[in-house]
RNA sequence: GGCCCGUUCGUCUAGCGGUUAGGACACCGCCCUCUCAAGGCGGAGAUCACGGGUUCGAAUCCCGUACGGGCUACCA
């Protein structure tokens, strides 16, 4: 048989951290055992669910490469895949459990339904439905119905139903107790689905045959057990994730900074970071490995190497992974990922990035090698596009030191007339230092500055061949107006 | 309150009865060096939450306790 698993986020808000490793560990099952992965939106809560979400959590499954087989946009044998279009199909399953008996109507009122939980639990224990209406005769029930009285639906758990058990295909055999689970309600008076139906109706009509999700549902299992039962169809399996926490160990949300994907796409983190970082953070191939690509955790994913605790989101270290997929890039794929941030900033043009390949392509690794996201590009190469003016703060460093201005009198002399290419502009500005007897560093910090208008920067000479004889030079004799005495 | 889940370096993890408890990030040195990175070498860091068992032997198995989390809605 084959597998079929599904991602069923709710369109409230952009992909989550939390939502957008479940979607991986479902995708990576799928793709390993040559299943299906479904995306299903589950937009019952008319109040959050937009359209306008939808696009974004389809859009941010597009950037970090999940492609799915079935759902918004690529349709399926077994949709609709947007909930608020299964409203009959939960409806026929309602008319089903009524009419094997599964399920009846309850009368009570909201108020005397708070006031039982309250009494129930004031006597320690027990907390859910008191089962009053189970007890009206079907007769009286249905005219009472028939007369427009109002009612929820609520599933009938069997009397003799023992223990609920199920092989939880993280956290192995889990038990719940028959009697812990009440008769729930399977339709709301205005006749809507609760979560809990309209979810086992879902995935009983995708055949879904496994239910990787987080484990804040591990308590709804054996309640979705029970409709399955009722319904007479096949349990599927489940696999309950663990949380992710932020750094203080608290539900991760605004306050810890960035949540969701496409905040982090905007920070300049790359698709295959953000997977790679995600996948290990509470799965691991071996305990060694610590960068693997989409190929190899397709190849080898599995659900029992999942780990059962919470994880903390770690920032560092997913950006030091994000630096070592930036490091990894060609040239060539560095510069098509490097122009729309050029762009972004206004240093440049499609047109403009296209006519000056061959210049960026030049300019690439030598930032590549030294960013770990995506944004620090513009800081860093600005000087190459616009005039510079150095801070005050770097100047005192370097420009306003002994030595400065004859360092750059000289640079700018054996500059004159070298042949432009690192190489060359390296060995004449090699000798500097010696014939005014600096130290390197004095000179290469002043001719850096007087440059780039930073202490920090891509590496002089490379840097110089890039900005071209001209500006150079010009930048060379603007910064003495800044040199000491 | 009730039910359920979890607990190995600061963080992510390996471990599935016998290991000097391994790796990665972060951290600290040294080297390289025109800055920043990267890289190389080395270091510090875990009485495996705690207490009882079982066993010749337990981070690994069992039972408690503590702490953390989830569910307990006519939310999802």
Redesign the pocket.
Known sequence: MTVRVRF???P?GHLHIGGARTAIYNWAFARNLGGTFVLRI????P???TQENTDAIVRAMEFLGLDYDEGPGVGGDYGPYF?TQRFDRYAEGLEELKASGHAYP?????EE??AK?DT??????????DRTCRSVDAENAAARVAAGE???W?LKVPEDRGDIVFD?A????????AD???D??L????G????????VMDDADMLITHVIR??????????QMLVFEALDLPVPTFA?L??I?G?D???LSKRHGATSVEAYRDLGYLPEAIMN?LA????????????IDAETLKANFSL???????????V??????N??YI?ELSAEQFLVRMVPWLEAAGLTTVEEAEARSEWLLRLAP?VS????RMDEIVP?VAFLFRDVTPSEAAVAKTLAKDGARAALVAASAALADVDWD?ASI?AVL?EVPAQLEL???V???A??VAV?G??????????LELLGRETTLARLADAGALCGE
């Open positions: 069923a986020p709710s409230t589950e937009d019952t809560d109040e959050r669910s909930q309850c009368f009570c009122s909201a339904l708070a939980r129930g639990r004031a006597k320690g224990g027990f907390a859910g439905y109002p009612h929820v609520r939880d993280v956290r192995g055999e889990t038990v719940f107790s812990s689970v009440d729930f309600v339709a709301r008076t205005d809507s689905p609760t979560y809990n139906f309209a979810v987080g484990d804040d549902h591990l308590s709804n299992t054996p309640k309950h663990s949380m926490w750094a160990g608290k539900r970082y290990l953070l509470g799965w691991s191939l071996d305990g060694e490995t610590t960068i029992d190497r999942i780990s059962k605790n919470a994880a903390i989101f770690d560092e270290k997913l950006e030091w992974m630096g070592v490091r030598l090698e030294r960013i770990k860093m690192a390296e090699r130290k390197p560093k000179v290469f910090q001719i850096r780039t930073e202490l920090v920067s891509p590496p002089i000479f490379e840097s």
